[in-house]
Every structure is written in C-alpha cells, then in structure tokens.
DNA sequence: CGCGTCACGGTTGAT
DNA sequence: GAATCAACCGTGACG
C-alpha cells in the first residue's frame, strides 16, 4: 500500500513515489509563477524538484489545469459493441467496403467522432475477426443469430464522445486539426469511468466537509474551484481527472498534516525566507499547510481584483457556487471547442458567473502566453 | 545557472 | 481475486 510516510527529496521536501503532488502544492508552483517567480526559486521555495515545477507549469500553461492526470485505468475503448455492430451494417450491405471506407462513413453518420473513430487497422481487424464471415454470409439474418444481444445504444461512445482522451495528456500537446489547444483538448486523460458519478459525489463530499473542520479539504476544494473557474472548460476534466485519485490522494498527504510548518509558511512570504526545515518535517505536513486561511489568506501578495488564484480565499463559497452547477461536467465534456484563451463563457448561467466572479482575470489569459518561467 | 527532457521506480485502476 | 497492462506520478540526472 502506501508509504505512510513519504520519501525526502535531495531539497528536503517530501514526496510519496508515484503519487502527485497534493493538489495545494501545484497550485502554489502556479500561483508563485504567475507572481514572476522563477521556476528555479519555486522549486527550492516549495523543495519540489524542479523537473516536477517545469511539468506542472507547462502542462499549466496548456491545459489551464493544475491537477494531475487521471492515474491508472484503461483509455476507453473505441471499438464499442455499437461501433462493431455499424461496421458489421457497413460490411454487410457492402462486403466490398474498404476499412477506411467503413472508417468514414463512422464519421459520415456520426457513429464515432474523429476522436474515437476506430483506426484502418482496427477496423480490419473488426472485420477479420469479429466479423470476417460474416461477409461472406448471409447476412442480414446473421447478426441477429450470432451476436450479441443489441448493445445498449450509447456504451461507450457518447461517453466517450468528448475531445479525444489521448491526444489530451501533455504528451500530446495538439491534436491534428487543432489550431489552438481547447484546454479541453489538452486535459490530461480523462475518460470518464466510473469514477464519474463518485467524482461527483466525492467532490461533493468534500465540500460538504470542508465546512465541517476537515481543512485539509478546503485546499482540494480551492484549487479545484480556481482550475474550474478559470479555465472554464477544462474545468470538468479537471474534475474528472482529479478524480478520486486526486482527492485520496490528498487525503492521505493530508493526514500526517498536523501543526507543523506548512507550505504556506515558508513559501508564503514574499519574504522567501530560508526554508525550515526540510527533512524532519513530518511528510506532507507541508503540504497540510494549505488550509486556506494560512496559506493564501494572509498574503497581501494577492492582487486586490481577485487572482485567479486568490481563490482559496473564498473556496467555500466558490465551491458552493460550483455546487449549484451540476451539469457543468456535462457540458463541459461536449464543449471541446472551447479555448480557454478565447474565453467564451461555457456557463453562462448566472452561477457560472458568480463563480467566475472571484477570478476575472485568468479568464482572459493570453492564448499564447508562454512559461509563466519566462520573465 | 536555469530549464527542458527523459529514464527510472513507483502507484493506480480498468480489464 | 490476482494478474496484466497502460496510463500517470515526481525525482534525479543529463545536456
């Protein structure tokens, strides 16, 4: 399982091997960065090396998210039983039909989007193996004997249908035909899995919590309101990237927290002071220092107008605010088109507003701005 | 010296 | 329920 403690970096902070950072930590890289602080102070500030500040602020930087990526699981699969089924119609009305024939009328009729479109080569392996002799048969009747009872009409594909998972990841930074990157497109892997409901619920949990004392909440509950807020439409990916394993996440680093100097503390300042202590810190109770309060509250740092990243200051409320949007996701996954330089405002509603409220200005981020490293 | 990149050893979650 | 696989993670080192 987990290590209850983590382990210590050559600068002194702490780290849990194949976990991410806590979620209050890669918004502090941010926030420090768009304060101009060089990517190099941040990482000795924060003890994260620097590689992990150079990836959290580009991937920053084009996704508009702070949050990790979706951990663990499988991409979906294009080759739904819908899918099979369409290209076994295609097959059988014309068993001449070219794979990348049958691949376009997919598109043509709105089977698969160019995200999840099967490849060529999927598609001839559909048709080799699944339903090879199937063309040479009979067939119309064939289907119904043997194959599988009619799938449920949208399995994976509607689900599915939001910009293409893969090409989302930092990896993958523009998708062919993609002239800017939509944050949405550029959010980190993200299929909705089963998470998707518990996201929900988990984040919800959470901030039904955070009233109740559990700070270690409140920082899940800032930064992800601010991503959402922000970045509008990556919003929900965020969400759904955060997933649960961002929150677990963040609950376990949460648990050694306890009264010990914390991020905030010692990244706080613009004073910059000499870091504490570094190693004998109980892991991660750094990183239980972003209890909103202490770690951004205090601050004069923040720009008055409401930072972006000033959220932690209302992330009750903001979260509140984001309760009363529930469809966002939905919209959100739909909505890939969406830059979030260009900042047309996905949610509209009135509570959309109200959140978006609290941090105008990284709503109009340039497009094009580059490293917050760069200045 | 700063920063981008990548191998590495690790975790996670779907299949 | 265990194993497998493929995604992600941050660190540390290199250029």
Redesign the pocket.
């Known amino acids: ?3 209850a403690f983590g ?5 002194g ?9 806590p979620n209050a ?2 918004l502090r890289i941010v926030e420090l960065a768009q304060l101009g602080i ?6 000795r500030q924060l ?13 920053y930087n084009e996704t508009g998210s702070i ?11 294009v080759t739904t039983p819908t899918v099979v089924k369409h290209i076994r119609t295609y097959k059988q009305r014309d068993p001449g039909i070219f794979a990348w024939e049958i691949r376009d009328r997919l598109l043509a009729d709105g089977v698969c989007d160019k995200y999840n479109v099967p490849s060529v080569s999927s598609i001839s392996r559909i048709l080799r193996n699944k339903i090879g002799n199937l063309s040479q048969q009979s067939h119309y009747e064939a289907h119904k004997q043997h194959h599988p009872p009619p799938q449920p009409a949208l399995p ?1 594909n509607h689900i599915y249908s939001y910009p293409s998972p ?1 090409a ?4 993958v930074p523009t998708p062919p035909g993609m002239p800017a990157i939509p944050s949405t497109m550029a959010m ?2 993200t299929w909705p ?3 998707s409901v518990t996201d929900i619920l988990g984040i919800r949990s959470i901030i039904e919590q955070a009233n109740d004392g559990s700070l270690y909440h409140s920082p899940k509950v800032e930064e992800w309101t601010l991503s959402r807020s922000n970045f509008q439409p990556s919003a929900q990916h965020i969400v759904n990237g955060l ?3 961002s929150l ?2 963040e609950a ?1 680093y949460s648990q050694t927290a306890n009264g010990l100097p914390a991020v905030s503390s010692f990244v706080s300042a613009s004073s910059m002071a000499p870091y504490p202590t570094p190693a004998q810190v109980s892991p991660y109770m750094t990183y239980s220092a972003a209890a909103s309060s202490g770690y951004v509250a205090g601050h004069g740092w923040q720009p008055a107008g409401g930072n972006p990243l000033s959220a932690h200051n209302c992330d009750i409320s903001a979260a509140l605010a984001f309760k009363g949007m529930p469809s966002a996701r939905e919209e959100g996954s739909k909505a890939s088109n969406q830059t979030a330089s260009s900042s047309p405002r996905p949610y509209p509603s009135s509570q959309a507003q109200a959140t978006t409220a609290h941090m105008p200005n990284i709503v109009q981020r340039p497009a094009g701005r580059h ?1 917050l ?3």
């Open positions: 399982m987990e290590p382990e210590v970096n050559q600068l902070g702490v780290f849990v091997n194949g976990r991410p950072l930590i890669r060089r990517p190099c102070d941040i990482s003890r994260v090396s620097h590689g992990c500040v150079s990836k959290i602020l580009a991937r949050l990790p990526g979706a951990i663990g699981g499988s991409k979906p699969r994976y893969i989302a990841g930092a990896k980190p892997r899995s089963s998470h997933e649960k394993s677990d996440q376990k490293c490293n760069k200045t």
